[in-house]
């Protein structure tokens, strides 16, 4: 026996479909999905191509560690005495040669102890020229002359002392260098330990780089890496120069400086990357022109049969034109390297020598 239950009704204010009109709705559908479509194979236009076959390749395998580009040669100038800033002759970026004033400080109480001292001396050598000539009369005895002469000394060493502070009112450069950062204004006071300004050479710069301590075996005094500016295009080669013998105990990384070429694009500051080898790897590689991004994808076109061939690849580092896959594409495939960007699924190619 069978019971037949009626069919739901529908809810209140809910719209009912005729059969004609989900037909109506239905072919529309298909209709727009039919112009959506890829044209097929035979009626893409045929394309010329440069094809690259995928091999696998042998390279030395690295590990990026940043660093920071600095001057070799840099220095914190400051007063040696104590004294009122007079005159600021720079400024900052300015480039100034060794030797150049750099700023003066109010030395009118230095001034006023040597020119004291200049008098103690003169005192002291026309009492030294009076006894002199005492004693090559017998009117004086050696002991005194001696305590006379004696004090004519300690006057004269007194006004070098002076004249050596004086000098020091004078700030000047140590070396050829340019400023790079002011820390003293006219006015301020100058004192030992406080400084004015700060200097750097732009001529000779290195890369400060953090190794961590598993790559530090790795490296050796004298060995050439591979060093990379985000404002330079081309890969720099920096020389190792110095290790820390020690590890920072808080990172657990040692302190290595590579000493970097003279170019005029490297600034003093900028971030960097150094390549530190860690051994040989096999990978596949294809020229970076194969590659073609569409959003978030990566693909390229494989050439089979004269037919290109649609595949979604994952890369890796790219080094020197050239890109690594490391999935999608296998070794021995003929990949697309000229003229991908064109191409669609399915397209005929022609190969082009």
Same mark, same amino acid.
Request: hydrophobic share 45%; net charge neutral; with cysteine.
């Given at each position: *026996? ?46 010329? +191509? ?6 696998? #390749? ?16 840099? $220095? ?27 700023? #003066? ?23 030294? !020229? ?7 009369? $017998?009117?004086?005895? /050696? ?11 300690? $006057? ?8 050596? *502070?004086?000098?020091?009112?004078? +700030? ?5 260098? +340019? ?11 100058? $004192? ?31 060995? !050439? ?41 490297? /600034? ?16 596949? /590689? ?6 073609? #991004?569409?959003?978030? *994808? ?8 004269r037919i290109a061939q649609l595949r979604l690849v994952k890369?890796? !580092? ?33 190969? /082009?020598?």
């Open positions: *026996m069978m019971l037949h239950l009626p069919a739901p009704k529908p809810a209140a204010g809910q719209r009912r479909w005729s059969p004609l009109a989900c037909l109506i709705v239905a072919v529309s559908i298909a209709g727009c999905r039919h112009e959506g479509a890829a044209p097929p194979a035979e009626t893409l236009p045929v394309v010329a +191509v440069r094809v690259q076959t995928v091999q696998p #390749q042998q390279h030395l395998a690295v590990e990026e560690v940043v660093g920071t580009v600095r001057a070799r040669l840099r $220095a914190t100038v400051e007063a040696k005495v104590s004294g009122r800033v007079e005159q600021l002759l720079v400024k900052q970026g300015q480039s100034v040669s060794a030797g150049e004033l750099l700023a #003066q400080l109010d030395a009118r109480e230095m001034q006023a102890r040597l020119d004291s001292a200049r008098a103690v001396r003169e005192q002291a050598e026309a009492e030294l !020229k009076r006894a002199r000539s005492l004693l090559d009369n $017998a009117a004086l005895s /050696r002991a005194e002359f001696d305590a006379v002469q004696a004090r004519q000394r300690v $006057a004269e060493a007194m006004v070098k002392e002076m004249e050596t *502070m004086l000098g020091y009112a004078r +700030v000047t450069a140590p070396f050829a260098a +340019v400023v790079t950062r002011k820390l003293a204004d006219v006015g301020d006071l100058a $004192a030992p330990g406080k400084a004015l300004l700060e200097l750097e050479d732009p001529s000779a710069l290195r890369l400060e780089a953090d190794v961590p301590e598993a790559l530090i075996g790795r490296v050796r005094l004298g060995d !050439k890496l591979a060093a990379h500016v985000a404002t330079s295009s081309a890969a720099l080669e920096g020389v190792v120069s110095e290790i820390a013998p020690a590890a920072d105990p808080a990172s657990r990384t040692f302190l290595v400086k590579l000493d970097l070429p003279t170019t005029t694009a490297l /600034r003093s500051g900028q971030f960097a990357r150094v390549a530190v080898p860690v051994g040989e790897i096999s990978s596949l /590689r294809v020229a970076a022109s194969a590659v073609v #991004q569409r959003g978030q *994808m990566e693909l390229v076109f494989v050439e089979t049969n890369t890796g !580092k790219r080094v020197s034109g050239e890109v690594e896959l490391v999935s999608g594409v296998e070794a021995g495939e003929r990949v697309v390297t000229e003229g991908a960007a064109q191409l669609r699924d399915g397209q005929p190619v022609e190969i /082009r020598p």
